[in-house]
């Protein structure tokens, strides 16, 4: 009998060990669980705390702008960590480049979480916090296409959607982790205690994560493709050069567009209605991270419905089909934010996030890993996801709140921004070919 080729992995793969594939799924997950913590849990903190604590001189809405600049900070950062790490993850391999990123970020993360505040040492605070960001935006720079290949490459044929959907899991998992912890934390303590110290608990807890992520990744074996690419020394001299170069430029430029309407989604309903529900419409926090909590754990539930999908339809189908719905629903939901009530917001949430951004989300990784051949596939991943994350994701605050503005408080000039963004996506991911 004959064995096919596996586009993914090369000529004729050895089946991998269920053990392996096992803890190559553990492991992807479970690391993007945790930086995902990390990553989202500044974002978090800059809607509730840092406006506040590290530019308390300046109005609510210049102090919340402040606090999202430096978020964006940390997207800006990412294409060079995703160039860096990339390279790294080509030429060295996936594994011990997911353990340096983890490590990178749990460092950063931990230090964010005894950093004095602007009171005690004036501007050199937000300095410092910029730091520590560009920091953390470095190493979650490698973090995303790395955990995906883990999965990927290691996944059986028939179960390539399904197992590409698994580290998407441990981005919703990590989002509700960190405004879970917030919750309870602001249950647990009075709000003056809370701002005073009580939000440091929430970074320092990253320390215990990491230790364990780094673990559990450093006992994962390296994934088949590349341990191929490395036996024929067949690996990129410069992976970056040859994405950006025919015919590989094409997916390149297709996918980061393809892109634009799902990290600004995430970052509409994940990081940016914090704020507005609680700044703007006067919602309590703690409802609010609850609701967010909520629909970020549906979303996790979810996500491997659309890897199962995506191994029926195909990754393009849903992914293109999802943003499409997306596109749908913004305004209904934002209309369902305007009536002030805390349930309409959860309905809003649970439809908009919970639900159709896993719809397409699960199936993201699997089809950007089907654009590059494996000589390039973690630098193509990467600059995918982290270059396009500066417009689609890091800027999505930003351009909201100023739209909002600019509307004089009515949200209808953001939702277009929103809708153009899942137009565009829509039409680069219908003009992508899948090859690999």
Same mark, same amino acid.
């Given at each position: 009998?004959?064995?096919?080729?596996?586009?993914?992995?090369?000529?004729?793969?050895?089946?991998?060990?269920?053990?392996?594939?096992?803890?190559?799924?553990?492991?992807?997950?479970?690391?993007?669980?945790?930086?995902?913590?990390?990553?989202?849990?500044?974002?978090?903190?800059?809607?509730?705390?840092?406006?506040?604590?590290?530019?308390?001189?300046?109005?609510?809405?210049?102090?919340?702008?402040?606090?999202?600049?430096?978020?964006?900070?940390?997207?800006?950062?990412?294409?060079?960590?995703?160039?860096?790490?990339?390279?790294?993850?080509?030429?060295?391999?996936?594994?011990?480049?997911?353990?340096?990123?983890?490590?990178?970020?749990?460092?950063?993360?931990?230090?964010?979480?005894?950093?004095?505040?602007?009171?005690?040492?004036?501007?050199?605070?937000?300095?410092?916090?910029?730091?520590?960001?560009?920091?953390?935006?470095?190493?979650?720079?490698?973090?995303?296409?790395?955990?995906?290949?883990?999965?990927?490459?290691?996944?059986?044929?028939?179960?390539?959607?399904?197992?590409?959907?698994?580290?998407?899991?441990?981005? %919703? !998992?990590?989002? /509700?982790?960190?405004?879970? &912890?917030?919750? @309870? $934390?602001?249950?647990?303590? =009075?709000?003056? +205690?809370?701002?005073?110290?009580?939000?440091?608990?929430?970074?320092?807890?990253?320390?215990?994560?990491?230790?364990?992520?780094?673990?559990?990744?450093?006992?994962?074996?390296?994934?088949?493709?590349?341990?191929?690419?490395?036996?024929?020394?067949?690996?990129?001299?410069?992976?970056?050069?040859?994405?950006?170069?025919?015919?590989?430029?094409?997916?390149?430029?297709?996918?980061?567009?393809?892109?634009?309407?799902?990290?600004?989604?995430?970052?509409?309903?994940?990081?940016?209605?914090?704020?507005?529900?609680?700044?703007?419409?006067?919602?309590?926090?703690?409802?609010?991270?609850?609701?967010?909590?909520?629909? %970020? !754990?549906?979303? /996790?539930?979810?996500?491997? &419905?659309?890897? @199962? $999908?995506?191994?029926?339809? =195909?990754?393009? +189908?849903?992914?293109?089909?999802?943003?499409?719905?997306?596109?749908?629903?913004?305004?209904?939901?934002?209309?369902?934010?305007?009536?002030?009530?805390?349930?309409?917001?959860?309905?809003?949430?649970?439809?908009?996030?919970?639900?159709?951004?896993?719809?397409?989300?699960?199936?993201?990784?699997?089809?950007?890993?089907?654009?590059?051949?494996?000589?390039?596939?973690?630098?193509?991943?990467?600059?995918?996801?982290?270059?396009?994350?500066?417009?689609?994701?890091?800027?999505?605050?930003?351009?909201?709140?100023?739209?909002?503005?600019?509307?004089?408080?009515?949200?209808?000039?953001?939702?277009?921004?929103?809708? %153009?963004?899942?137009?565009?996506?829509?039409?680069?991911?219908?003009? @992508?070919?899948?090859?690999?």
């Amino acid at each position: 009998m004959t064995i096919e080729a596996d586009p993914l992995v090369g000529e004729a793969p050895a089946p991998t060990a269920p053990n392996t594939v096992r803890t190559a799924v553990l492991a992807s997950v479970l690391g993007t669980t945790i930086e995902w913590y990390d990553f989202f849990l500044y974002a978090t903190a800059a809607s509730l705390v840092f406006n506040h604590t590290f530019f308390p001189d300046q109005s609510s809405f210049v102090g919340t702008m402040l606090a999202f600049a430096t978020f964006a900070v940390g997207f800006l950062v990412r294409p060079i960590g995703g160039f860096v790490f990339g390279h790294i993850g080509d030429r060295i391999g996936r594994k011990k480049t997911l353990a340096l990123t983890m490590l990178l970020m749990g460092v950063a993360t931990a230090l964010m979480g005894v950093l004095p505040t602007a009171a005690q040492i004036g501007v050199l605070a937000p300095v410092l916090l910029l730091v520590l960001r560009v920091v953390q935006g470095f190493a979650l720079g490698g973090e995303w296409a790395g955990a995906v290949l883990l999965a990927v490459e290691h996944s059986p044929r028939h179960r390539r959607g399904l197992f590409g959907s698994i580290p998407q899991v441990g981005l %919703a !998992l990590g989002l /509700a982790l960190g405004t879970g &912890v917030f919750v @309870l $934390l602001q249950l647990w303590l =009075s709000a003056e +205690a809370f701002q005073a110290y009580g939000w440091r608990i929430a970074f320092l807890f990253s320390v215990v994560l990491v230790i364990f992520g780094v673990v559990v990744r450093f006992r994962v074996a390296e994934t088949p493709a590349f341990e191929k690419l490395r036996d024929d020394d067949e690996r990129s001299a410069v992976p970056v050069k040859e994405i950006f170069r025919p015919p590989t430029l094409r997916s390149t430029v297709l996918g980061l567009l393809s892109r634009w309407g799902e990290g600004a989604a995430f970052n509409t309903w994940g990081v940016f209605t914090i704020s507005y529900a609680t700044a703007t419409l006067h919602l309590g926090k703690v409802p609010v991270l609850v609701v967010v909590t909520a629909a %970020a !754990l549906l979303m /996790a539930v979810l996500l491997p &419905v659309s890897g @199962l $999908l995506a191994d029926r339809f =195909s990754p393009k +189908a849903v992914y293109a089909s999802g943003i499409a719905a997306y596109a749908v629903v913004v305004f209904p939901a934002f209309a369902l934010f305007g009536t002030g009530s805390i349930v309409a917001y959860a309905v809003g949430m649970l439809l908009a996030f919970g639900v159709i951004h896993a719809w397409f989300y699960g199936a993201q990784g699997t089809l950007y890993a089907s654009l590059f051949p494996t000589r390039t596939r973690y630098t193509g991943l990467s600059t995918v996801y982290q270059l396009s994350g500066v417009y689609a994701s890091g800027l999505t605050p930003l351009i909201l709140t100023a739209l909002i503005a600019a509307g004089g408080g009515a949200p209808w000039l953001a939702c277009g921004y929103l809708v %153009a963004t899942a137009v565009i996506s829509v039409i680069a991911t219908l003009l @992508l070919r899948p090859e690999h």
